[in-house]
T-cell receptor
Framework: KNEVEQSPQNLTAQEGEFITINCSYS?????LHWLQQHPGGGIVSLFM???GKKKHGRLIATINIQEKHSSLHITASHPRDSAVYIC????????FGTGTRLQVFP | DGGITQSPKYLFRKEGQNVTLSCEQN?????MYWYRQDPGQGLRLIYY???????QKGDIAEGYSVSREKKESFPLTVTSAQKNPTAFYLC??????????????FGEGSRLTVL
């Protein structure tokens, strides 16, 4: 079993829909990262959080340390949100999930 | 603007050749990392460096080598000993070392294809 599990693996949405991507982990962590990988391959850090909730524009990230679970929400999704979203947990080392591929259609 | 620059973006290599991928950052970050990405897998750590003139092996270091002669530069050499080098390589940096090392910054990646 992977130490970091993301779901779903693939997600298709219509423009305007509310999106949720989940990340569960099995190790002790000091922080969790949400990353966005563009079709060209470059990766951008969206959030780093260790408790509670963070919001940036239409993106919201939450984490429940007791349940070892985090969610990334996208409100009013747009085709430009189409990307791979990667969860990574910081324990003794950084462990990456395999990503969730999101496609948003107009 | 501050950031990480990787080059080349695309690289083709014949079997038996060594190639070097460049990674330069102007963020004044202490920690730098090289990751390999394969389809269907999470990023895997090849090498990392927390300070100039020092670096450590990651999970899949065999067939790779690095150097850290300057704070801003962390080149990766893919040697002929690497059995399956075709992959997408990502360089990253973070402000500090140790726990709570801060936000990750990534380059645009280098795609290596061995012919």
């Amino acid at each position: 079993k992977n130490e970091v599990e993301q779901s779903p693996q693939n997600l298709t949405a219509q423009e305007g829909e509310f999106i949720t991507i989940n990340c569960s982990y099995s190790v002790g962590i000091s922080a969790l990262h949400w990353l966005q990988q563009h079709p060209g391959g470059g990766i951008v850090s969206l959030f780093m959080l260790s408790s509670g909730k963070k919001k940036h524009g239409r993106l919201i990230a939450t984490i429940n340390i007791q349940e070892k679970h985090s969610s990334l929400h996208i409100t009013a999704s747009h085709p430009r949100d189409s990307a791979v979203y990667i969860c990574a947990v910081q324990g003794d080392k950084l462990i990456f999930g395999t990503g969730t591929r999101l496609q948003v259609f107009p | 603007d501050g950031g990480i620059t990787q080059s080349p973006k695309y690289l083709f290599r014949k079997e038996g050749q060594n190639v070097t991928l460049s990674c330069e950052q102007n963020l004044n970050h202490d920690a730098m990392y090289w990751y390999r990405q394969d389809p269907g897998q999470g990023l895997r750590l090849i090498y990392y460096s927390q300070i100039v003139n020092d670096f450590q092996k990651g999970d899949i270091a065999e067939g790779y080598s690095v150097s850290r002669e300057k704070k801003e530069s962390f080149p990766l050499t893919v040697t002929s000993a690497q059995k399956n080098p075709t992959a997408f390589y990502l360089c990253a940096s973070r402000p500090r070392t140790g726990a709570n090392t801060g936000e990750l910054f990534f380059g645009e990646g280098s795609r290596l294809t061995v012919l």
